[in-house]
């Protein structure tokens, strides 16, 4: 794991939240509504300017359809997952997208269009 103080996991994972926020194409007003929070709140998570409990993570993932690998996305870097870009952005992905990702490539394998 790498050394980080708490400021830079803050800003990291607020960071993160931003990012797939705004993939998503959820404002902080809606993301707020669905976790029962204000979107002031929203605003100092993401500028890293405030502290997150486990269970806050927890609603933000459920609602954004994410999960916490996504969130904690250059803090934390399980010695399992793979160092390949592409493969930890496959981690990111919800199950559907993983599923049609992993269907393309069986697909263009079934095709040898690569070799």
Known sequence: MK????????????????????????????????????????????????????STIVDICKALDTDTNALFAGIVTPSDLPKNPIETSFYSFDEKDKAMVTYLIDYINSKNWLT
């Open 3 to 54: 050394e980080n103080s708490d400021f830079d996991v803050l800003k990291t994972i607020g960071k993160n939240i931003k990012y797939i926020r705004s993939c998503r194409k959820v404002t902080q007003e809606k993301l707020a509504e669905s976790i029962d929070k204000s979107a002031h709140f929203i605003s100092l998570v993401e500028r890293g300017e405030s502290g997150i409990s486990i």
